[in-house]
C-alpha cells in the first residue's frame, strides 16, 4: 500500500530518457532510488531507497526546471486490485493507512497516461472526481472550496485496476491537467510548427521575459524558416523578420511587409544589420552542430537572445542533449553577460527538445 516515489509523465516512448534524467538529477543531490518503467507506458516511477526523503526530492527541481518530465508528482500511496465497486472507499481506507504528507490539500487532480490506452481511463476518471472530491472533503483531506495555493492531490490511474496517489506543490508543478498544455492551432498559420514555438512562448518565458525577447518593432532571425510557421509567432507580436531558407516563405506572411525572405544556407547567414534582438531556429541538423551554431550568434552578439530546437537520435536523447547543452553553457558562462537557459520536451514538440536563452546582465541574476 506505502509507496514513496517520485511519478514522471511523459510522452510516451520517452520512458527512458525520463528515467535517465531523473536517476542522474536525484542522484548528483544524493536521492538515492532506481526506476521502473514500460516502453511507451507514457510514465516513469523512480522508487526511493529511503521513504523519509520524498519531500526533499520533489523540492530539488521543478517540473519546468527539467526537460522530459511534464508532471512530477510525489508518490505515498499505490493501490494495487482496485475493484469495480466502491472505489472512493478503497481510495479513503488506503489513505487512512498512510500519513498525511500535508495537514489538508487544496485540490485533486484525477489523472492516468497520455496513451491510446491510457484515454481509454479519460471518461472514468472525470465522472470519479466528483464523488471522490466531496468524499475527501468529508474526510478531512481537502479544503471545502478549491484553494491553488495549497498543494494538489493527485489520484493517477494507470490501469482500472492500479493508482498511485500523491502530491504537487504549486511552485514545483505544472498547473495543467496531465502536465498538458493544449494549444489551438491558428487557422491563419502556415503551418503546425507555429505550436511549437507558441508553446515555449507560453511555457518557457515569464510574463517579464516575453516582454523583453518580443518586443514590438525588435529585429529577429528565424533560420530554416519555410514555410513560415516560427515567422508567424514573431509578425503576430509586431516583430520584423529575416526569414532564412532555401524554400518558399507564405505569401500570407510576406504581405505583412514584416518579413523579409533570403534564399541562404542558415549556417552562413549573417543578420542585415549586425545583430537582432531574437534567433529563431528549428533546421533539421545533428544537434551539437545547432548548438555550435546558437553558441556563435550568442558569443558574437548577433543576437541577444535565441530559441531553438535541437533534433534527438532515437537513443540516448538525454545523454545528447546534456552533452550538446554543457558545451554550449560552457561557452555562455565564460561571458560577462548572464543567461537565463532552459531546456524542455514540450508537448507540441516530436523527437526534439526546444532550448530558450534569455541574455540578461550579471547582477539581475
Known amino acids: 500500500m506505502s509507496n514513496t516515489s517520485i511519478l514522471g509523465y511523459c510522452r510516451p516512448g520517452y520512458e527512458n530518457d525520463t528515467a535517465n534524467e531523473l536517476t542522474s538529477r536525484y ?32 523540492t530539488q527541481f521543478a517540473v519546468h526546471d527539467s526537460i522530459f518530465p511534464r508532471q512530477l508528482v510525489a508518490v505515498f500511496a499505490t493501490l494495487n486490485d482496485i475493484e469495480k465497486e466502491d ?39 472525470r465522472k470519479f472526481t466528483v464523488p471522490l472530491r466531496q468524499a475527501l472533503r468529508k474526510a478531512g483531506w481537502l479544503t471545502a472550496k478549491e484553494n491553488l495555493g495549497k498543494p494538489k492531490l493527485h489520484i493517477f490511474f494507470e490501469s482500472f485496476e492500479i493508482c498511485h496517489i500523491g502530491y504537487t506543490l504549486p511552485s514545483h508543478a505544472s498547473s495543467d491537467h496531465l502536465g498538458i498544455c493544449r494549444l489551438k492551432f491558428p487557422s491563419d498559420a502556415p503551418s503546425r510548427s507555429t505550436l511549437k514555438l507558441e508553446d515555449a512562448l507560453v511555457n518557457m518565458l515569464s510574463d517579464k521575459q516575453q516582454a523583453k525577447v518580443l518586443r514590438s518593432g525588435g529585429r529577429a532571425v528565424d533560420l530554416g524558416a519555410c514555410p513560415g510557421g516560427w515567422t ?25 511587409g514584416l518579413v523579409e525572405h533570403h534564399a541562404a544556407d542558415g549556417f552562413t547567414y549573417r543578420p542585415q544589420f549586425g ?18 551554431l546558437m553558441g556563435d550568434w550568442l558569443v558574437k552578439h548577433w543576437a541577444t537572445h535565441a530559441i531553438f530546437n535541437l533534433k534527438l537520435p532515437m537513443k540516448q536523447r538525454y545523454e545528447t542533449v546534456v552533452e550538446a547543452m554543457t558545451l554550449l553553457r560552457g561557452r555562455l558562462n565564460a561571458l560577462e553577460d548572464a543567461f537565463a537557459v532552459k531546456v524542455r520536451h514540450l508537448y507540441h514538440d516530436r523527437d526534439e527538445v526546444t532550448v530558450t536563452i534569455v541574455r540578461t546582465s550579471k547582477d539581475e541574476v
Open 27 to 58: 542522484g548528483e543531490a544524493q536521492c538515492y532510488g532506481y526506476p521502473v518503467s514500460k516502453k511507451n507506458s507514457g510514465f516513469v516511477l523512480y522508487h526511493l531507497y529511503d521513504a523519509t526523503q520524498l519531500e526533499q526530492t520533489i
Open 87 to 125: 472505489r472512493v472507499g478503497q481510495v479513503l481506507e488506503a489513505l487512512k493507512e498512510v500519513e498525511k504528507p500535508f495537514q489538508i490539500f487544496g485540490t485533486i487532480d484525477v489523472e492516468y497516461p497520455d496513451t491510446e490506452e491510457g484515454k481509454t481511463l479519460a471518461k472514468f476518471c
Open 232 to 256: 508567424y509567432q514573431l509578425v503576430k507580436r509586431g516583430m520584423y523578420v529575416e526569414a532564412i531558407d532555401n524554400g518558399l516563405v507564405a505569401d500570407s506572411l510576406m504581405s505583412t
Open 275 to 292: 545583430r537582432v534582438d531574437l534567433l529563431v531556429c528549428d533546421m533539421i541538423e545533428q544537434p551539437d552542430r545547432v548548438a555550435k
